[in-house]
């Protein structure tokens, strides 16, 4: 059940930021930057007593951000206040920019991949490592596709983008912290979706593990690069 | 000893608000003396403003929304040159809640417009075909301001919005226009003595949507978790007290859905905070919440009446 | 095009008033339940929307006078509400300038030193403008005030007034408002006798401008006794709902 594009990722790209990563999916591609726990730049009416804020900043190739990169913005909040440990950082902020760098479908998906990256980066206690992926039901077929591109996305009948927690607790369900459905489908084009993205953020989740063991195991070197096998 | 001062119910709900409503939950009621699946009573006006082309009043308990449309000629797309455009815009006044700020829309109104637009623009279950506002190839075309004003926020506004939009489309009638060798006329009811004909658009899909706050249930007695209260058609403290919230917008027409949208207990004037610090949507919460939704469509459907 | 007749040869304005009549007024107080005082207002086809928040601690504590309240007023009006769409809805100078002239007519008429360090927030929403959006924006806001239950001097009352071919017309609509006549409008407090704002700007001889302002004050005094019945009629409505 792995049908994704080459997946790559380079943690540790920016030399200012607290933690950053940058992830592709086939030529979707995101470079994400991680600053804080930190009080600076945090407004007195923003600060929380009782935990960190997120805030989050979705960056277009060109021009000023929309109100689609203000839905991404909080797409991506959505995801990651249900997976960062707000309350081990009181009155502070995390910062996170995600650049977008080419968008060939799913960018949704490569950035909360990115943001994951960057967040283990910059040590952010998290409850689990998050990954997300776009589904797509087929016009014509029917057929449930994982992780397309940008061409063929306008094919779909339906997108629906999971951002899903590898911490599964006893509960035989999944963890969906993000769910974004959009389009024409039945109830249970979802739930096959569902499945197909289980499957999928499976894949990028041994993915995500093997990059950061191999960034570690390559101890004292500067940066952790890797490929995908 | 000295006894301590009673207090009152108001007093317990500003100071402990997640206990109180736990309260109420318990014994499966809402504050405001609501089941948890009983959406508030919901008035629909059409063809209240008389300025605009097309528009709409709509009342769902304490949100009210007002929505105009204001149609222009305008020229078509770069790319498409036989449709129209459509846009729409949430604007949550100041006047709407307390903790509404004046100045540019804040990030929350941005991201109810990119919805909104996100659920009209939808390619495969287009409300109105863009090509209905094709005027001339190329030349001209009708461009469609669809504004909805905020005027009393008390949560729920997205399924409000999107209420009062599909009914001032409903409403909407175009003049009728006549292209002239690159001029453009609208047939204006000063020129002729009778007022010219208007043409109403065709409605190919019927959004209908239904917001829920997702809030734990925590059984004290197994201190084991079951499975969660649904609340339909939150109010803004019932927004405010959740971790999550989900959206789902169905098709009344083929029954199929069109958007389901975790959202996260967020309200507004709060732009920057963050409420939640958990929880996660299951597959089994989200059949609870399409087969409520689509109860909440037929009640829906019959307040816009025929189509 | 021929101008348009503004006044018939029978002494009837475009909408069939006499010279001096007033458009039709429907108004309601406790419209919204979050404002502490709110009014909904119709004057012919103007609507308007008013909601008073306060008063409370001020937002911004450069604002914070010491022996006094700050009024701010937040004017806003729907895109949809003229005859053209209006592409900036915030912020134009046309808005703002009407902002400030409603805040300096409240200031000076609501007891604001009795309420030191605070602030008053009056918000306005017009829903569809007809004419005379200043003078029903003023009339709305008393009623908001009132319901609010903020001390004042006395009822605001707010009346246009203009003069087609030297004959004086009050509470002018759109149409009579676009076409270059002169428009005073004019807020009087009845009872206090005083003018609270008087503002014009087109010119006006200084003979006739006598009349339309007389016509005007005239104007507000009737407004006085149609705002204070949609006051009263709130209150019964509030003792109906106490007894029960």
């Known amino acids: 059940m792995d049908n994704l594009r080459p997946l790559s990722t380079t943690q540790g790209v920016l030399y200012g930021a607290d933690g950053s990563a940058r992830f592709h999916m086939g030529s979707t591609s995101v470079l994400v930057s991680v600053n804080g726990p930190q009080s600076q730049g945090l407004g007195m009416r923003d600060e929380q007593e009782d935990r960190a804020i997120l805030d989050i900043s979705h960056i277009p190739i060109s021009g000023t951000a929309g109100v689609a990169d203000k839905h991404m913005e909080e797409c991506i909040r959505t995801t990651f206040e249900s997976a960062i440990l707000l309350g081990y950082h009181p009155r502070t902020m995390i910062q996170v920019i995600a650049q977008t760098i080419k968008d060939d479908g799913g960018l949704l998906a490569a950035s909360i991949n990115a943001t994951t990256m960057a967040l283990m980066d910059a040590g952010i206690p998290m409850t689990a490592i998050v990954a997300a992926v776009t589904c797509m039901v087929e016009k014509e077929t029917g057929a449930i596709l994982v992780d397309q591109t940008a061409e063929s996305l306008e094919r779909a009948k339906s997108i629906h983008t999971f951002a899903i927690s590898s911490a599964r607790g006893n509960s035989p369900d999944p963890n969906v912290l993000l769910l974004h459905s959009l389009g024409l489908f039945t109830e249970s084009e979802l739930s096959h979706c569902q499945e197909a993205a289980v499957g999928a953020t499976d894949a990028i989740f041994a993915f995500m593990r093997k990059a950061v063991s191999k960034k570690i195991e390559k101890g004292h070197q500067q940066d952790g690069d890797m490929q995908e096998d | ?307 | 095009m021929s101008r348009l007749e503004l006044i018939s040869p029978e002494g009837l304005r475009i909408d069939g008033r006499r010279p001096n009549e007033l458009r039709k007024l429907t108004a309601k107080v406790n419209v919204l339940s979050q404002a502490d005082g709110s009014a909904y207002l119709e004057q012919g086809n103007t609507k308007v929307l008013a909601a008073v928040y306060g008063p409370g601690e001020p937002r911004q504590r450069s604002k914070v006078v010491h022996d006094r309240s700050f009024i701010s007023v937040e004017f806003n009006i729907a895109p949809f509400s003229a005859g053209e769409r209006r592409k900036r809805t915030k912020g134009d100078k046309r808005s703002l300038e009407l902002a400030y002239t409603i805040k300096e007519t409240f200031e000076a008429v609501v007891i604001t030193t009795q309420f030191p360090r605070s602030q008053i927030n009056i918000y306005l929403q017009v829903l569809q403008a007809d004419g005379g959006t200043l003078p029903a924006c003023i009339n709305a806001s008393t009623l908001a005030l009132v319901n609010a239950g903020i001390p004042m001097l006395d009822y605001v009352c707010a009346c246009s007034a203009g003069s087609i071919e030297k004959t004086p017309i009050l509470d002018i609509n759109y149409v009579e408002e676009s076409s270059d006549s002169p428009d005073v409008t004019v807020a009087y407090l009845p009872k206090v006798g005083k003018v609270a704002l008087l503002q014009m700007e087109a010119r006006l001889h200084i003979d006739v401008f006598e009349k339309v302002v007389a016509l005007g004050t005239d104007g507000c005094i009737e407004m006085r006794s149609k705002l204070d019945t949609v006051i009263r009629q709130g209150m019964q409505q509030l003792v109906n709902q106490l007894e029960q």
């Open chain 2, 1 to 307: 000893m000295t006894a301590l001062p009673e207090l009152s119910f108001s007093v317990f709900q500003r100071l402990q608000p997640a206990e109180y409503q736990k309260r109420f939950l318990a014994q499966h009621v809402r504050p405001d003396g609501r089941g948890l699946d009983e959406a508030r009573p919901t008035a629909l006006t059409m063809g209240a403003i008389s300025t605009a082309d097309g528009s709409a009043l709509v009342r769902m308990g304490g949100t009210t929304v007002v929505v105009g449309i204001k149609a222009e000629v305008g020229v078509p797309p770069m790319d498409r040159d036989n449709v129209g455009w459509i846009v729409p815009n949430l604007e949550l006044a100041p006047i709407c809640h307390p903790s509404a700020r004046p100045g540019p829309p804040s990030t929350f109104a941005q991201v109810c417009s990119h919805r909104l637009y996100e659920i009209l623009i939808n390619e495969n279950a287009p409300v109105i075909d863009l090509k209905d506002l094709c005027v001339e190839q190329g030349k001209a075309c009708w461009v469609l301001h669809i504004d909805a004003v905020c005027l009393a926020l008390d949560g729920s506004v997205l399924d409000a919005a999107l209420l009062g939009m599909v009914a001032a489309l409903k409403n909407l009638r175009l003049p009728e226009v006549i292209y002239d060798d690159e001029t453009v006329t609208v047939a204006n009811p000063e020129d002729g003595q009778e007022e010219p004909p208007k043409t109403a658009l065709n409605l190919h899909h019927l959004p209908l949507s239904s917001s829920f706050a997702i809030i734990p249930a925590e059984d004290t007695r197994t201190s084991s978790a079951s499975s969660p209260h649904m609340l339909l058609d939150p109010t803004t403290d019932e927004e405010e007290l959740t971790e999550q919230r989900l959206w789902v917008v169905l098709d009344a027409k083929s029954e199929e859905l069109l958007c389901i949208q975790r959202l996260a207990g967020w309200v507004e004037g709060a732009d920057a905070r963050c409420t939640g610090t958990g929880g996660t949507v299951s597959m089994d919460v989200i059949k609870k919440a399409i087969s409520q939704a689509k109860e909440r469509a037929t009640y829906l459907q019959a307040l816009l009446g025929d189509f």
